[in-house]
């Protein structure tokens, strides 16, 4: 008889989109019969790293480190890496931590069975430096929470030129998915009881474009889940300003199911730090197609990021950003610091600004958008809303938790759910939910 296969445990990092091949991933283990269990319990832990700025690079480090010591102790076996940082740096990371089993590359998911069982044959590290893999529906899919929502990759890679990045050195171009595809997983995972379904990609405007549907392609896209699933509440991240069509915006005003919200990282609104990041865009154009979004879809959130401390940026540049962040008034705002990637097109731009003064300006800039976050949650106080259930809150079991139509999976606000009228809600139910109380990023309110 054959000794059982070893549990694993997973650490997944970054992005939702790399959350996604962790889930890959994981379906893989489960079809290879691997139970999967929380790492404190696993004989195996699989990371899934970042490797898009410092910070993630350093979260990354840390996991795995923490995992070594782990082995070293006795506590587990096997240690695999896996994701951006391996496709990246698999080579270097080989060399300077040889603790780790295997190092698993973006083209290699289909391996993590054979690195957690300890197969013979199978490499430590494969050096491929571009990933070109599109996964479909036929590849297994363990959702790694059952909070309601989940995500829609629709395609993989990016063809932007954005100096900062290094994403399409790793990811490759971008590839889309088949509409075909793309609505037999949707209806896979409406099987599994979710309710929201959240398209994601390096760049989701651009869907499509590679297989000939021209700008319209996430329009197509969307029209089809619309007509061929039942999901109450479809949404987009990640639209690039120069290829989101407004034929995405007039779908969103007349399907009351395709949620009118638009995650639109602008990066920065400086003329000349934007031509330095190979972005384009200027303030006036910017604002122009704000007012554009909220001429169609009347009440849509708009969310966006910013990049603090670019090459190029000083006082005046920051000002400018400022001044805009003010006038604009967006629902959500991220922002993050510059980091110089090694051989991305700003690498030779140097690192000018101060980490100190990146900081400053970050901290300014965030401090700038919490009234106007908080004016905007004022003013939904008394209003009867409908709103995702997720679960019970991540600090106390007396509270619910959920989000409304303007608050995106993970990286928005929330809604704290105090009294559900003796209902037992499950997660991904819908609720109409009248706000009492407003905070900076956060909402309570009781079912009606």
């Not at 195996?44 to 490797?51: A, D």
């Not at 076996?77 to 496709?87: F, L, N």
């Not at 379904?197 to 390096?202: E, G, K, P, R, Y």
């Not at 009440?299 to 670019?310: K, N, P, Q």
Request: proline share 6%; glycine share 8%.
């Amino acid at each position: 008889m054959s000794p059982p296969l070893p549990a694993v445990g997973v650490v997944s990092l970054g992005c939702a989109k790399n959350l996604v091949d962790t889930e890959v991933m994981l379906g893989h283990l489960a079809r290879a019969g691997h139970a999967v269990v929380p790492e404190h319990r696993a004989q195996v832990v699989l990371i899934n790293t970042c490797g898009f700025i410092d910070r993630a690079k350093e979260e990354s480090v840390d996991a795995i480190l923490e995992q070594v010591e782990r082995k070293r102790r006795g506590e587990i076996d096997r240690v695999i890496v896996a994701g951006c940082m391996v496709q990246k740096y698999g080579r270097e990371l080989a060399e300077e931590i040889p603790e780790v089993d295997v190092f698993l590359g973006l083209d290699e998911l289909e391996k993590a069975p054979a690195a957690a069982a300890g197969l013979p044959g199978l490499a430590r590290f494969t050096d491929k430096p571009l990933a070109t893999r599109l996964y479909d529906e036929a590849a297994p899919r363990v959702l790694s929470s059952r909070r309601g929502y989940a995500y829609l990759k629709v395609g993989e890679g990016c063809d932007n030129p954005c100096t900062f990045c290094t994403i399409p050195q790793m990811r490759g171009s971008a590839r889309s998915r088949s509409i075909d595809s793309l609505v037999r997983e949707a209806q896979t995972l409406e099987a599994q009881d979710v309710r929201e379904l959240v398209l994601i990609s390096q760049d989701t405007t651009r869907y499509g474009w590679d297989l000939g549907l021209g700008r319209g392609g996430l329009t197509l896209l969307v029209e089809r889940l619309l007509a061929e699933t039942g999901y109450p509440w479809i949404r987009f991240l990640y639209a690039y300003p120069r290829t989101l069509d407004e034929s995405v915006l007039h779908l969103m005003a007349r399907a009351p199911r395709f949620l009118p919200y638009v995650d639109v990282p602008l990066q920065h609104v400086s003329r000349p730090v934007l031509s330095a990041m190979r972005r384009g865009g200027d303030p006036a154009t910017y604002r122009k197609m704000i007012a554009r979004m909220r001429d169609i879809v009347p009440g849509i959130a708009i969310r966006t990021t910013f990049i603090l401390g670019f090459p190029g940026e000083g006082e005046a540049e920051f000002r400018e950003l400022c001044e805009f962040v003010r006038d604009v008034e967006f629902d959500n705002l991220g922002a993050f610091t510059y980091s110089p990637e090694p051989g991305s097109g700003s690498e030779p731009l140097g690192d000018p600004v101060p980490a100190e003064e990146k900081e400053r300006r970050k901290e300014f800039l965030l401090s700038l958008q919490r009234p106007i976050a908080r004016g905007k949650n004022r003013a939904l106080r008394g209003q009867v809303r409908e709103a995702i259930v997720e679960g019970a809150s991540r600090e106390t079991d007396d509270l619910l938790e959920g989000r409304l139509a303007s608050q995106a999976p993970e990286i928005d606000g929330r809604l704290l759910i105090n009294d559900t009228g003796g209902r037992a809600l499950q997660p991904g139910a819908l609720v109409r939910v009248k706000i009492d109380r407003a905070y900076e990023y956060d909402l309570v309110g009781a079912v009606v």
